[in-house]
């Protein structure tokens, strides 16, 4: 049996912690505030969980494998963490990343529909559609309750045996461990700035509250606007987030209260994409970070100067829903039976993946 510590109870450190303990490692998990905390990137109260990456099948797949555990993990504790809405994408051009997703789910056998923007129009109680061209549906895609999941998969770990403690971890005084798994997030860059380069940037997302009509109705993603959200789901209100870039942020020191500009940038778009929202109320904001690589692509790798170190981060507005499936690859490379991906390695990234639901940083 190996010895593991994990840092950072987020939904990466979480699911690594919970996977290696089913596999029989001895596992601790140290988290500084609370598993599922406001302040982590997991913390949120929704994460869309989508198929859709552009050309790069490899978080296909990991969607797809991390659905079913997902699934797995609501059966076996009883707990709704996962809700079957569906998701949108609101195709501006016949070519962008829609088209481009839309290939790569049917060579992947992943279920999807493209409809004209009229046939779309049903998805939602009202859809302006004059601007698109197409509509990519994803019918087994929805949305996860992210901070309700992260808590959840902690609580699961537990009962396989991992032992939770609330302190912060340092690199001087570091866990005695075999492994070292550090799944810090947006604190990353702090604990490891010679070797890790991520840009911890702000996002804020709003709610509008709506009529019964809009309950359960898809998740979406207007990746050209580039804004995303989902309808009424679990009494939160309508989500609408711009993902537009942000500025760069201490994860530690934030005041998270939201930017006049970005709820009028919300509202704005809002009134236009849904037009009987249009004087919908804002009933609740959040603020948060993301951790962003060069290229959009996650980060994992051995630490340069301790192989039994892993740095595991840069989800970079995209990593909740891999969460479980994440944990099997990093748990398979750090138990030695499969090398960790070159595009996940330390050191400069060039070009952008897009992989996350827009295009620009
Ligand atoms: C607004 C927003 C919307 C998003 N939307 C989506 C989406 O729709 N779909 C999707 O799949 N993804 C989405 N994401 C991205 C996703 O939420 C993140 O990629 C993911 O949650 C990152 O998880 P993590 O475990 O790497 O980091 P975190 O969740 O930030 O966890 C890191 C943890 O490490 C702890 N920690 C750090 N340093 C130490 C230390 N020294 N000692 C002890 N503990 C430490 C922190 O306190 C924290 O709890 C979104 C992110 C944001 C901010």
Same mark, same amino acid.
């Given at each position: 049996?190996?010895?593991?510590?994990?840092?950072?109870?987020?939904?990466?450190?979480?699911?690594?912690?919970?996977?290696?303990?089913?596999?029989?490692?001895?596992?601790?998990?140290?988290?500084?505030?609370?598993?599922?905390?406001?302040?982590?990137?997991?913390?949120?109260?929704?994460?869309?969980?989508?198929?859709?990456?552009?050309?790069?099948?490899?978080?296909?797949?990991?969607?797809?494998?991390?659905?079913?555990?997902?699934?797995?993990?609501?059966?076996?504790?009883?707990?709704?963490?996962?809700?079957?809405?569906?998701?949108?994408?609101?195709?501006?051009?016949?070519?962008?990343?829609?088209?481009?997703?839309?290939?790569?789910?049917?060579?992947?056998?992943?279920?999807?529909?493209?409809?004209?923007?009229?046939?779309?129009?049903?998805?939602?109680?009202?859809?302006?559609?004059?601007?698109?061209?197409?509509?990519?549906?994803?019918?087994?895609?929805?949305?996860?309750?992210?901070?309700?999941?992260?808590?959840?998969?902690?609580?699961?770990?537990?009962? #396989? =045996?991992?032992?939770?403690?609330?302190? !912060?971890?340092?690199?001087? *005084?570091? +866990?005695? $461990?075999? @492994?070292?798994?550090?799944?810090?997030?947006?604190?990353?860059?702090?604990?490891?700035?010679?070797?890790?380069?991520?840009?911890?940037?702000?996002?804020?997302?709003?709610?509008?509250?709506?009529?019964?009509?809009?309950?359960?109705?898809?998740?979406?993603?207007?990746?050209?606007?580039?804004?995303?959200? #989902? =309808?009424?789901?679990?009494?939160?209100? !309508?989500?609408?987030?711009? *993902?537009? +870039?942000? $500025?760069? @942020?201490?994860?530690?020191?934030?005041?998270?209260?939201?930017?006049?500009?970005?709820?009028?940038?919300?509202?704005?778009?809002?009134?236009?994409?849904?037009?009987?929202?249009?004087?919908?109320?804002?009933?609740?904001?959040?603020?948060?970070?993301?951790?962003?690589?060069?290229?959009?692509?996650?980060?994992?790798?051995?630490?340069?100067?301790?192989?039994?170190?892993?740095?595991?981060?840069?989800?970079?507005?995209?990593?909740?829903?891999?969460?479980?499936?994440?944990?099997?690859?990093?748990?398979?490379?750090?138990?030695?039976?499969?090398?960790?991906?070159?595009?996940?390695?330390?050191?400069?990234?060039?070009?952008?993946?897009?992989?996350?639901?827009?295009?620009?940083?």
């Amino acid at each position: 049996m190996t010895s593991v510590t994990v840092v950072g109870a987020g939904v990466f450190g979480a699911s690594t912690a919970r996977e290696l303990a089913r596999r029989g490692h001895d596992v601790s998990l140290i988290e500084q505030y609370t598993p599922g905390s406001v302040r982590s990137g997991s913390g949120g109260d929704t994460r869309l969980s989508r198929a859709a990456h552009g050309d790069v099948d490899w978080y296909t797949h990991l969607s797809q494998r991390a659905r079913t555990l997902w699934l797995e993990l609501q059966e076996e504790t009883g707990t709704q963490i996962w809700e079957p809405v569906g998701v949108a994408w609101f195709a501006q051009t016949d070519n962008g990343f829609e088209a481009q997703s839309r290939r790569t789910l049917e060579a992947a056998g992943v279920a999807c529909e493209w409809l004209s923007p009229d046939d779309a129009r049903g998805l939602y109680p009202s859809l302006a559609v004059d601007d698109l061209s197409a509509v990519l549906y994803e019918p087994d895609s929805g949305v996860l309750y992210a901070r309700r999941a992260t808590q959840l998969l902690v609580e699961d770990g537990l009962r #396989h =045996g991992v032992r939770l403690e609330t302190r !912060a971890a340092s690199v001087a *005084d570091a +866990p005695p $461990a075999d @492994i070292v798994v550090w799944a810090c997030g947006a604190w990353l860059p702090k604990l490891f700035p010679e070797h890790v380069e991520l840009r911890i940037s702000r996002r804020d997302v709003f709610f509008f509250g709506t009529d019964g009509s809009w309950s359960g109705t898809p998740g979406f993603c207007d990746y050209d606007a580039p804004f995303y959200g #989902h =309808g009424e789901l679990g009494g939160l209100g !309508a989500k609408v987030a711009p *993902d537009v +870039p942000g $500025a760069e @942020i201490d994860p530690d020191r934030l005041d998270r209260l939201p930017l006049p500009s970005l709820e009028q940038a919300a509202r704005a778009y809002t009134a236009k994409r849904f037009p009987s929202l249009a004087d919908a109320p804002i009933v609740g904001s959040r603020v948060c970070q993301y951790e962003l690589t060069g290229d959009t692509h996650f980060l994992f790798a051995q630490h340069p100067g301790r192989d039994s170190w892993w740095l595991l981060g840069g989800g970079s507005g995209h990593g909740f829903k891999h969460g479980p499936a994440l944990a099997e690859y990093v748990a398979d490379c750090v138990e030695g039976t499969r090398e960790p991906e070159p595009f996940h390695a330390l050191g400069p990234r060039t070009g952008n993946a897009g992989l996350r639901t827009a295009a620009v940083g």
